[in-house]
């Protein structure tokens, strides 16, 4: 992203603008009922500056981006407006303006995410709006009936589907307030904190300054849900205190990779995903934040034995005594975290609120720690300074999250106006021959390609569209098909030959990126492993349900994944390599839970 300072703006344009965000998401948890049709758009409005104008990189990009904003303004204004006649037309347009406005919204929807990030999405979508307006003409099964304009247009853009549909009120009501609470953790002593307690926790252990770099990117990543930014931030730190002890280039690089990867499937927060998760299965979020509870876990197990095995073979030393945070460091700076995280905790499983309402507590209460540092002094400037990064921040972000899950709505519209959704899961049973397995390939290679260019909740909202119904037909329970698909949109950040988590950490340490994607793919073995042995073990994930059980699973598959990882890593002959490997699989995949 471009500074605040650079884009056709001036810096306190974009201060005002995401405090104006913040205020508004907040003031709609607090408020009470507000008609979707306002909400929503007014959303979209908000994105619009930072996903059309602040990212701009030339003269040309400011001017398309200012024009583009006005329409963009003018579009979302007029549906808010209008939301009660808008709403009596059940999805069909009146007449040419209604049609002008609604393409020129769609059109500008396409180009904020284009800015954001890239082509790829926008693409998709483009495609599915070719599909809805000339499907038709396809011969075959793979064509449609034809759709009027007026109703195809309007179901997009003036009825509660399209663009404001229930993906687009999880980005209202709930994505974007938990981006609000990490952008205020993150201003301030939060990220400190993180870093002190992997390190008292395990910098002292051998290949410590490795685990170190796990402990505090699964904690920062699990409020962060980007990789790339988790290995940009916590990076900054763990890689130059593992290539200062000697580490390889590559390992360094691909732990801090592997482990920010990890982060998006992390509870509490698990980034946005977990809340789409909330509004396409059902579940409430408490219970699908303690069904991925067992897998995070057995995911960063695999790492751990992982570096454990690496540090066998390169005698990797623990952190130096004073590089390892003092105990009184460590009790002040983990209560910035301990505490909003508590509040959080509490509204949801004790308070009985809203996971967004327990939000807005829990980041209020942040938000007054950020008055203080690590030594408990005042300073109203550097607090200052504070405010004005929460508000750039959580004003970027909420527009990168806006501009995506607006762009799948396009997608998602599309699938269910046409029926194409249902035509491809139809394609995917029969390519599997109505066998689960050769089902679940075919999905996790469709996440892969998808998820090479397209950020991980795009990604898992696509792909559990068109594959969801399929793995449900062939029995698999709902939960287990949108975890298993979440977890595999996540393949992309260590995996070549599009790896961006690798891309970055390769970078900061000056290291070729095949060789870290290599080490990479090694320690994160559990990411390709665990989504099977959810499916295998379906206990893994009942957590709530069956404890025992659950339990159960998750020590089993933990023995075999230990035992998959070892004999990937460790320094052993190739024989007895090969049996760990071999005996691990079976531990996993057989007598499942």
Request: net charge neutral; aromatic share 10%; charged share 10%.
């Amino acid at each position: 992203m471009q500074s605040a300072s650079h884009p056709g703006l001036a810096r306190p344009v974009w201060i005002a603008l995401g405090a104006v965000s913040i205020v508004f998401h907040l003031w709609l948890i607090f408020s009470g009922l507000v008609p979707n049709l306002v909400s929503r758009p007014l959303h979209m409005a908000l994105a619009l500056p930072w996903a059309l104008i602040f990212v701009a990189k030339t003269p040309w990009q400011k001017i398309s981006g200012m024009v583009l904003t006005a329409i963009g303004l003018f579009g979302c204004g007029w549906i808010a407006l209008h939301h009660s006649e808008l709403s009596d037309q059940y999805g069909f347009l009146a007449d040419n303006f209604q049609i002008i406005v609604s393409l020129a919204v769609l059109l500008i929807v396409l180009e904020m995410a284009r800015r954001a990030i890239g082509w790829p999405l926008p693409l998709v979508a483009s495609l599915a709006l070719a599909y809805g307006f000339w499907g038709q003409y396809i011969p075959g099964e793979f064509g449609h009936g034809g759709l009027p304009v007026e109703s195809m247009l309007g179901t997009l853009t003036i009825a509660e589907g399209g663009l404001w549909g229930s993906l687009t009120g999880v980005s209202v009501s709930i994505v974007a307030i938990f981006v609000i609470f990490g952008a205020v953790l993150n201003a301030g002593e939060a990220g400190q904190g993180f870093m002190n307690v992997a390190g008292a926790a395990a910098g002292r252990l051998r290949g410590g300054a490795a685990k170190v770099s796990v402990i505090s990117s699964a904690l920062f990543g699990s409020i962060s849900g980007s990789a790339s930014a988790n290995v940009a931030s916590t990076g900054a730190i763990t890689l130059p205190a593992m290539t200062r002890l000697g580490y390889p280039k590559r390992l360094a690089a691909a732990v801090e990779a592997v482990a920010s990867s990890g982060g998006q499937i992390m509870p509490p927060l698990m980034g946005a995903g977990a809340f789409v998760m909330v509004e396409l299965t059902g579940h409430p979020y408490s219970e699908i934040m303690v069904a991925a509870l067992p897998p995070a876990i057995l995911y960063f197990l695999a790492v751990w034995i992982g570096i454990n095995a690496y540090a066998g073979r390169y005698d990797l030393p623990g952190l130096p005594d004073e590089d390892r945070p003092t105990l009184r460091a460590v009790v002040i700076t983990s209560a910035f975290f301990l505490v909003p995280f508590t509040v959080l905790l509490w509204g949801m499983f004790g308070g009985g609120y809203t996971p967004q309402y327990a939000a807005c507590i829990a980041l209020l209460v942040g938000a007054g720690l950020l008055f203080f540092d690590a030594g408990l002094t005042f300073d109203l400037q550097r607090s200052r300074d504070r405010f004005i990064d929460v508000c750039l921040n959580a004003g970027r972000q909420i527009s990168m999250i806006a501009s995506i899950i607006l762009c799948a709505s396009i997608v998602i519209g599309v699938l269910g106006l046409t029926g194409l959704g249902v035509k491809i899961t139809s394609l995917l049973l029969s390519g599997s021959g109505g066998m689960l397995w050769p089902a679940l390939l075919l999905t996790a290679i469709a996440c892969l390609v998808l998820g090479m260019e397209v950020p991980t909740t795009a990604a898992y909202v696509i792909c559990v569209s068109v594959a969801g119904p399929a793995l449900g037909e062939l029995g698999l329970d709902p939960l287990q098909a949108h975890l298993f698909v979440f977890w595999f949109a996540l393949l992309s950040t260590i995996t070549p030959p599009v790896c961006g988590a690798v891309f970055i950490a390769a970078g900061m340490v000056e290291e070729n990126w095949l060789k870290v994607a290599g080490t990479a793919m090694s320690l994160g073995v559990g990411l390709y492993l665990v989504p099977l042995a959810m499916v295998a073990n379906p206990s893994l994930i009942a957590l709530a349900s069956h404890p025992m059980l659950a339990m159960a699973a998750t020590v089993k598959v933990a023995v075999g994944l230990g035992a998959i990882s070892y004999g990937i890593i460790s320094p052993r002959p190739a024989a007895i390599r090969l049996l760990l490997m071999a005996a691990g699989a079976l531990v996993v995949f057989s007598f499942g839970l």
